[in-house]
């Protein structure tokens, strides 16, 4: 009598057709990247393996297979991306769909969850340096100006758990990166903290230019509590020469005759009288103070007074001049050009630095300023440039300063792998930090450019990162990884800001899901950057949405950080964020815990009887 048919018997034939499928298809996969496998470090071989079973198993559509699997107990391959065909043979072994070979238990030579995940943390070592104490994922901290890394700065970013600092290339100089440098190693020595720097190199990234500048405008406002209440006068700073904020250059000779008590009357930008209070002497100048706010320019009239009786006549010394801005609101045209020039006094122009770039812009592109905050279309074109219509603003108006991004993320734009500021990043780095960070990497031959540079600098495992923020990066993905894997210390990047502007923020959320997924097919470890608690670092309280994006980023290697006046209380709670969602997950694992909500659980009908 034969065995009956079940529904069960039917899943689990078709679950061993399946399987064996699929088996074909990622070894089907390896055989056709041979070359590709074989060119990368002996080290980094099992993984480029690895990368290729992955590749060929989302190739296919396997969510039925998935839900079936999971339908029987077994694993829905929903946790197998560092270890694909040893996950594919335990499960043929367990359904019987391979034979001999498999069904009685030789899979040990496959590479295993154990050996994926030694080899991750291995990879994550060799980058970042020493596993941080009580978890395993690091934090990266972008540096300030030089001029705001003092030792206080360090040593509270130390003791609140930073492991890695992050130069930008893309500011101030050498000279001011080496000072930070000395700065934090030396602190980071003091407190006895194994630390590792990277500088970020700028890349090429476009940047509007707005031509001209403003007459400077010095604004010193009071300090007044959340129901408008004054707290204290304005307080300020008489110089010779403006040199900071709060400082109002007045005659050189007036400094050293002022005393305490003086006034200095004058009327503001805005046509309203103030009076400044003169207090005692600093080192840079002279303490004034004034019971009102205040918008300086240059050349405003100034009288000083001692007890009521005139003692001199001057003026405001040389402000700095500002940068031109722009004000867009949606259904506002701008122009975009390669002289920052337009005929209309209506249309604004915003000059491109690359100005050959706007022959490959067609008609219907977006056109992305500042990060996303302005989102134009191409409206048309003529000899004076690109007429371009805004669509969206982050608000209305946004205002767009000189020096913001510029993205064509719809137009074929070929850009350069490294420019001047990149070499400068690069020299520097290779003296003074442990690895680089290369932006805008569209394909394979940016990895092996920077590589070479290393190589050739003596320097073959130096630490390189590789930001990952275009469009082409992605279609190119699999060519950039399996060259990254050609290298020794490195990693990859979720550059989420640039990233969201070429892909939009609502593919964003997809995006860095796969990313994840990849890094650990080849066993690298991922960055997870752009934003993070950022409203905390700015204004010392975090928002409800960017605590649960810190929750969520403890599923990458490394989160970064980028800076702000209260970056040391972000820093304490991403790493309180991480240890506590450590005890919980880890990558994509659910980990079970005892859980306090579960101990409070009573019987159903153990409630106490009532007294009759």
Partial sequence: MGTPVTDTTVRLETL????????RAVDEEAARLATRIETVLPRHRASALNLA????????????MQLDLAALGLSSLGRSEGHVRNTLCQLAAWLGAAGDATASGKVEHEFDWAKAEALLHENTRHLFGPQPAGRHVYIMVTAPDNAEATAPWADEILKAGTDVLRINGAHETPAAWAATVSLFRSRAAALRRGVRIFVDMPGPKLRGEIRGLYTGVLHLPRKKDRLGRTLMPTQLLLVARHAGPAQIPVPREWLAR???GDVISLTDAGGRERKLLVGGAAPEGVRAECGRS?????????????????RAKGAIGRLPREAKDVLLSPGDEFLLNATGRSKSRKVPAIACPEPELLAAVRLGDRVILDDGKVAAIVASRSTEGLLCRVLSALKSPTRVRSGKGLAFPDSPVARGALGPQDEVALRFALEHADGVEVSFVNSGRDVALVARRLRSAGRPEFGMVLKLETREAMRNLPEILFEALRYDAVGIMIARGDLAVELSFERLAEMQEELLWFGEACHLPVIWATQVLDTLAHTGVPTRAEVTDAAMSMRAECVMLNRGPHIGAAVRTLADIICKMEAHQYKKRSLYRPLALAAGAKPEGNAPERKR
């Fill in 294 to 310: 205040l918008y300086l320019t240059s050349g405003i009239a100034l009288e000083w007074r001692r007890k009521g009786r005139l």
């Fill in 258 to 260: 002022l005393r305490p």
């Fill in 53 to 64: 079973h992955y590749i060929g198993l989302r190739k296919r559509d396997v969510r039925r």
């Fill in 16 to 23: 061993k057709a399946d399987i064996r499928e699929v088996l």
